[in-house]
């Protein structure tokens, strides 16, 4: 295992060889699990004249292999070693499938406006099944982790559905003055994955030729996340928690199972 990049710094890191090569063979397997029986909650991304860009959420409990690599593979200690945690929790899983044509980009955003959640102790891993070429990969706006939120958006139609219109700061033309950021971005083989800040600005390309793009991403807690209820549908959602968790409780609920926690040091 390598780690390429400065994750307090930027927001973002590459760890090469994250896991075993049974580890990437059980992730294949749970993708395709899942894109053969997806949820009620599973969409399509990207436009019907457009290949297909394919999310799923929240599968882990009715797919035994997403669970088992989330338990099983070493990623969630990474990602506790990554931001510093004493306990990991498993926040949700996330299938993301670009088929072979797909030129749909995945916007500019951060994933943490569209979520029920506060706190900075947190980590998201994008574990990629098949190569995945530069211009394909996700990109990511060093130190845009350290604030401010900006306005969560629909993907394909731009709309607010989240904070009300004007309550968060719109994103920065990057696309259009690029030179003003510092970029980030990795080739990445099975094996490989990027861990990312939930307020970490990052896209992705789309997908050419005959490749495919198939991506288990899951995402993490420490132990200093707190429920943060809104008055909207989260993206995902979990109905009904709000009744179970309190408003600034911590995570400590069936749906946010213990991955990983650190071994107590011995006093000397």
């Known amino acids: 295992m390598q780690i390429e990049g400065d994750y307090a710094r930027?927001?973002?890191?590459?760890?090469?060889?994250?896991?075993?090569?049974?580890?990437?063979e059980l992730a294949r397997e749970a993708i395709d699990a899942n894109l053969a029986d997806l949820s009620p909650g599973a969409k399509r991304a990207s436009g019907d004249d457009d290949g297909a860009f394919v999310e799923d959420f929240c599968s882990w409990q009715r797919i035994p292999a997403i669970e088992r690599f989330a338990r099983e593979s070493g990623v969630a200690q990474v990602a506790g070693e990554l931001m510093g945690a004493q306990t990991v929790r498993l926040y949700h899983d996330h299938v993301l499938v670009k088929e072979p044509g797909t030129r749909q980009r995945t916007p500019w955003h951060q994933d943490q406006p569209y979520y029920n959640v506060d706190g900075?102790?947190?980590?998201?891993?994008?574990?990629?099944v098949d190569p995945v070429a530069r211009e394909s990969t996700l990109e990511f706006v060093a130190g845009s982790h350290l604030g401010p939120w900006f306005m969560p958006r629909t993907f394909l139609d731009d709309q607010a559905r989240w904070f009300p219109e004007g309550s968060l700061a719109e994103l920065p033309d990057i696309d259009g003055r690029p030179e003003q950021f510092r970029i980030l971005g990795w080739e990445l083989e099975p094996g490989d994955a990027v861990f990312f800040n939930m307020a970490t600005l990052h896209a992705a390309g789309g997908v050419s030729g005959t490749n495919r793009r198939r991506v288990l991403s899951l995402r993490f807690l420490g132990e200093g996340m707190r429920h943060a209820p809104r008055p909207w549908t989260t993206s995902p959602p979990f109905?009904?928690?709000?009744?179970?968790?309190?408003?600034?409780?911590?995570?400590?609920?069936?749906?946010?199972?213990?991955?990983?926690e650190r071994e107590p040091t011995t006093a000397r």
Do not use: I, K, Y
């Open 239 to 260: 109905p009904g928690l709000e009744n179970e968790l309190a408003d600034g409780a911590p995570l400590d609920h069936p749906l946010f199972p213990v991955l990983w």
């Open 120 to 128: 900075t102790q947190n980590v998201s891993m994008w574990f990629p």
């Open 10 to 24: 930027d927001g973002a890191a590459c760890v090469r060889s994250v896991t075993t090569p049974e580890f990437v």
